[in-house]
């Protein structure tokens, strides 16, 4: 019986693959360190094909999108002359603010070196299944893009950096449903940060999950979340969204809030991503600390 | 030479999928329903409807890993599910008469093994956490109706490469047929 199940040849070959397929799904699937070299070579080319087939193709979705908008637009040029004024008056009050706090800083002697900077690349593909939220853009780890970095639009957070190569990256957006880290992240209320943790993605309600806020704090529809820089991976203070709904939790101890997110995450062109240079010494410097302890224990 | 302009025809409608056609499907419009562009897949089963279901099996499981190390969260779902369905469209070229609409009726019953197999194993090792309704209702079932209409083009775009470059084995295959 056994030799006549190795004699059929196309069953033994179909469970062989299957067997093949649940081994190697499962050594590269979820978190993974670096990309190996051949994968790193597919990846560069095809996005550099992807490029040149993208950019003509948004150019002609871009001019669309601006012909259809003409209509609208002399009703919003009166909303935003109206928002102009109070934005002038705003900006007086900020600059003002700033110099203040200079002359404070100077005076506790805090040198504001590691400043945040901005990589801007433009989206090349986009995974064409939904069972995964997956976004290839045109810069890589050449450009100063490491694995975990925030990536942004102009409107708020959109994802991480979960890959590089030298000349591209692969972002996972939020909306993804798949097992991604939790981010750390704030609401600013009346009397200061709640902190609280963004995981998963509600398809139903296009809403965020914010889990595991202290059940005292006093949340309210259309106060801000960003992102909290006690994190070790995200900058903090980037906008995610407003708070729609607060619910309890599922422990019944802490409240749980559907955050609907400030970022569109369709029809993404340009996004940036956010090098937070303490952020990158953190990291090294845990790196540190790790291999002194392993060398410790030796 | 025809075999290299299949390539080249099969990873010009793989590009398609990742940039243009993500302009036009209905998501990024807003819409909750998905369209799953796959006229790679479309074209591999067609490759293996009008010539060899071996031929179906090895562009399959070429254009699968493809799809695996461009976009996928873990390489060897789409290699499997493509190259199953490569050598499944296959078989169905000694049931049936070969013509433009059996060629479309056998691409959409395979795109839906396709879909439901590569959901029901990005499922299984939680890449993916949508439920088995939604996923039916609107990824997988308006998918296989939009890739099935996409897929005529495909099929024209196809034969006319194995006539033009390969004009022995058409007529072979059809004479099989027409005894």
């Keep these: ?298 | 030479m025809a075999a290299w302009i299949l390539v080249g025809f099969l990873s010009f409608l793989f590009l398609l999928e990742g940039t243009v056609l993500q302009l036009l499907a209905p998501q990024t419009w807003g819409s909750d329903i998905v369209w799953i562009p796959q006229l790679a897949v479309s074209g591999v089963i067609i490759v293996s409807l009008l010539r060899d279901r071996r031929l179906g099996l090895i562009y399959g499981f070429c254009f699968g890993l493809l799809h695996d190390v461009v976009f996928g969260d873990a390489i060897g779902v789409y290699a499997f599910t493509t190259a199953a369905v490569g050598y499944f469209g296959g078989l169905f070229s000694r049931q049936f008469v070969s013509g433009p609409i059996v060629a479309l009726l056998v691409t959409g019953l395979n795109q839906g093994v396709h879909l439901t197999m590569s959901y029901a194993w990005f499922r299984l090792f939680g890449v993916t956490r949508i439920g088995w309704e939604d996923a039916l209702g609107l990824h997988i079932v308006p998918s296989i109706l939009l890739n099935t209409l996409v897929a005529f083009p495909v099929y024209l775009g196809v034969q006319w490469i194995f006539k033009r470059f390969h004009p022995h084995s058409v007529q072979m295959f059809h004479s099989k047929i027409r005894k």
């Design chain 1, 1 to 298: 019986m056994f030799f006549r199940f190795f004699g059929n040849r196309r069953l033994f070959a179909l469970l062989v693959s299957v067997i093949l397929l649940i081994v190697i799904m499962g050594m590269t699937r979820g978190e993974r360190e670096g990309v190996t070299w051949p994968e790193a070579a597919v990846k560069n080319s095809v996005a550099w094909v992807d490029s040149l087939l993208s950019t003509p193709v948004f150019g002609v979705s871009n001019w669309l999108e601006e012909w259809g908008e003409i209509g609208t637009l002399r009703a919003e040029n009166e909303k935003l002359e109206k928002k102009m004024d109070r934005y002038l008056k705003l900006k007086a009050r900020v600059d003002q603010l700033q110099q203040e706090n200079k002359e404070l800083k100077k005076a506790v002697r805090y040198t504001g070196e590691n400043q945040l900077n901005f990589i801007t690349a433009r989206t090349v593909a986009r995974s064409p299944d939904r069972w995964n939220n997956r976004v290839v853009i045109d810069r890589g780890s050449e450009d100063g893009i490491r694995k975990d970095m925030p990536v942004i639009t102009h409107e708020g957070l959109i994802g991480r950096i979960t890959a590089t190569t030298g000349h591209m990256s692969d972002v996972q957006l939020l909306t993804d449903t798949g097992s991604a880290p939790g981010i750390a992240a704030h609401v600013q209320t009346k009397n200061g940060n709640v902190f609280g943790l963004i995981e998963g993605y509600d398809t139903e309600k296009k809403r965020l999950l914010m889990k595991k806020l202290p059940s005292g704090a006093k949340l309210k529809k259309g106060q801000m979340v960003v992102t909290s820089g006690m994190s070790d991976t995200f900058a903090g203070d980037l906008l995610i969204g407003t708070v729609d709904e607060v619910t309890r939790g599922e422990f019944g101890v802490d409240q749980k809030v559907y955050v609907k997110p400030a970022a569109r995450f369709e029809r993404l062109d340009y996004v940036m991503v956010v090098r937070d240079p303490t952020k990158l010494q953190l990291k090294k410097h845990q790196e540190e600390l790790d291999s002194r302890e392993g060398n410790g224990g030796e």
